[in-house]
């Protein structure tokens, strides 16, 4: 179904032009991104430094990947930060005697140090965009980034990256996760975009096609947590309910980012197991909307709910939000369907009304249930990542990666 004789907002000029301003707004905050050990600080509220964090690995990854797509659109001054957050990577964050890349700078001298799947799915997706940039270390740093992943991560026999090992790689931990897998298949579309071998868009397409299954066979809600035999373990952390990393129950953000990843991959590959990957990006992105959603004075998404899909954790993360608009605006270009164009403009009004802030600058990263802010699960405003690339993936056409869709569109 069409919009009828109403235009879409993406075709009007006047819409783009919020967008750009907003992404412009994001990518001026923060007064320095620079740790002093290297990488990327953590932000406060207000965009200053809080070094009572380390340089997180992922941090640095996410801002430097968002500033590098920055200057490929012609954005003066993101070049120069991409750069210098990007050092960290090249230096104090990376293990140069076991290889790899501690979780943060903190790291190098822990006894209790680990190396993650998720933190190395998000250097690859930094060097992707170094790499579509041209920075000179780039693709080595890419080439490098998946070396690791083929060797310690891929697991083979199940089509699954695991999780977390020892930093030395000596010992595999037996937890399986599906988000470090999700940020694996963004990453790993990106990198062949950018110039990688295409065994790792076939890997991507493994990694959607489990999902893809444990989805449908628990009513559309991805099961988050697993055995090393990718058992799923639904009741994992249920006394942990708000964990950061690892909640209870399912992830009603996931869903969203599952259903917009899945529609990025129809565009370049087919399912291998026969999956219509645009028919199960709806059924997921369906079951977040209706699980999550909570209408009312003050809308919005709750974090995560039980198997039944009644509410957990009510606070408002703004990444959810920024997944559910990246979904709705993926979808309703896709498909032209009247129904993801009316969620965009209900998902962004939430977004203008109760997450923007325009006093301090970026967005609350978290809101109660009243639409108030808060730091429950979050504190500080330390990641652009989420909320930059909503303005960009409802600003341009759908493409397989941000790297393809922003590289494309400066030609």
Not at 351 to 358: G, I, L, M, P, S
Request: charge should be negative; include cysteine.
């Amino acid at each position: 179904m069409s919009s009828g004789h109403r235009r879409s907002w993406w075709t009007l000029p006047s819409h783009q032009l919020w967008l750009d301003t907003e992404s412009s707004r994001l990518l001026d905050f923060g007064t320095s991104l620079d740790h002093p050990a290297g990488g990327a600080v953590w932000l406060d509220d207000r965009g200053n430094p809080d070094l009572d964090h380390p340089a997180h690995t992922y941090i640095t990854a996410r801002m430097a990947h968002v500033h590098f797509l920055a200057s490929l659109l012609g954005r003066p001054g993101s070049r120069r930060k991409a750069d210098r957050v990007f050092d960290g990577l090249l230096t104090s964050l990376r293990d140069s005697e076991n290889g790899g890349w501690f979780e943060s700078s903190s790291d190098a001298t822990s006894p209790d140090a680990v190396k993650n799947a998720y933190t190395h799915a998000f250097v690859v997706l930094a060097a992707s965009a170094a790499a579509a940039a041209g920075h000179p270390d780039g693709r080595g740093l890419l080439d490098e980034a998946l070396d690791i992943v083929a060797a310690r991560f891929w697991d083979e026999q199940y089509g699954m990256c695991a999780d977390t090992w020892t930093a030395d790689w000596t010992e595999l931990d037996d937890y399986r996760g599906i988000n470090a897998n999700m940020h694996m298949v963004e990453a790993l579309l990106a990198a062949v975009d950018a110039g990688a071998p295409t065994i790792w868009r076939e890997r991507a397409v493994r990694i959607c096609d489990n999902v893809i299954g444990w989805a449908q066979e628990n009513d559309h809600r991805i099961p988050e947590h697993f055995t090393a035999q990718w058992i799923p373990q639904l009741e994992f952390n249920s006394d942990d309910t708000a964990n950061q990393f690892k909640p209870y129950g399912a992830t009603v953000g996931h869903g969203f980012e599952w259903a917009r990843l899945l529609v990025q991959a129809s565009m370049v590959a087919a399912s291998a197991q026969g999956h219509d990957y645009v028919e199960s990006a709806k059924s997921l992105y369906h079951r977040a909307a209706q699980d999550g959603w909570q209408p009312g004075p003050t809308p919005g998404f709750v974090y995560t709910t039980d198997w039944s899909g009644q509410p957990v954790v009510t606070e408002r993360l703004h990444w959810v939000l920024c997944e559910a608009i990246g979904a709705a605006a993926t979808l309703a270009r896709h498909t032209r369907e009247d129904r993801y164009e009316q969620d965009y403009r209900t998902w962004w009004d939430v977004a203008a009304e109760y997450f923007v802030d325009h006093v301090d600058g970026s967005w609350h990263h978290e809101v109660d249930s009243n639409n108030r802010p808060a730091a429950t699960v979050w504190s500080g405003k330390p990641d652009l990542y989420h909320a930059v690339q909503a303005t960009w993936i409802s600003r341009y056409a759908p493409s397989s990666s941000m790297v393809a869709a922003l590289r494309d569109d400066s030609r």
